[in-house]
């Protein structure tokens, strides 16, 4: 959440009065929509990878009691990937006077997820608290990542107007700077000359 927010929630502010002023030139606001997605990707997803290679080791860092949020923190990065993508769709239709779309997706991943966090309660009340924090972490990804994820990345590409293939040539520096990052830390890790570090 900090790394979205500190990335993504200026962006969002900038970007609502320009998608607004440019929504009857839809050429202008794809290249503006483009833009935020190349530039909000490049900075977030690179350290949401990072995040969730040296999730293990700053887990342990922050003490004993917060290892096992070591694998949560992973699915939560993954999760944060899509979802700097789908925060520009959150600003994207209420500046093409369309909030109410927007509500309505709101309110239904809101219940659904609820609902699913409710289900998992259940089925790990019993559970070691590291298969509880999993099974949370889990629910949210399902939710935001394989419901909900792909119907507002349809709505990003096609109200903004570019075509698949764009977007990901669009995001592409951003995964490759993020797989960067995964083999660099990896290397170091498995070289073993980050152990005994503290």
Wanted: overall charge positive.
């Amino acid at each position: 959440s900090i790394v979205l927010d500190s990335a993504i929630a200026p962006l969002q502010d900038v970007a609502f009065p320009q998608f607004s002023r440019l929504q009857d030139d839809p050429p202008a606001l794809r290249q503006s929509a483009l833009n935020c997605v190349r530039l909000g990707s490049i900075l977030t997803i690179p350290v949401l990878a990072g995040l969730a290679v040296v999730s293990g080791p700053l887990m342990q860092v922050m003490g004993d009691k917060w290892t096992p949020a070591a694998n949560a923190l992973k699915i939560l990065c993954v999760l944060g990937m899509v979802q700097v993508f789908t925060r520009f769709t959150e600003t994207l239709l209420p500046a093409l006077s369309r909030p109410h779309h927007l509500a309505i997706l709101k309110w239904a991943e809101c219940v659904v997820t609820v609902g699913l966090l409710v289900a998992v309660s259940f089925a790990l009340k019993g559970a070691l608290v590291s298969k509880q924090m999993v099974g949370i972490a889990i629910t949210q990804f399902v939710a935001g990542v394989l419901l909900f994820g792909p119907i507002l990345l349809f709505l990003l590409v096609r109200l903004a107007g570019f075509s698949r293939k764009v977007f990901v040539s669009a995001i592409s520096p951003s995964l490759l700077a993020a797989a960067t990052t995964v083999a660099t830390v990896a290397s170091l890790v498995e070289s073993g000359m980050l152990k005994g570090l503290k």
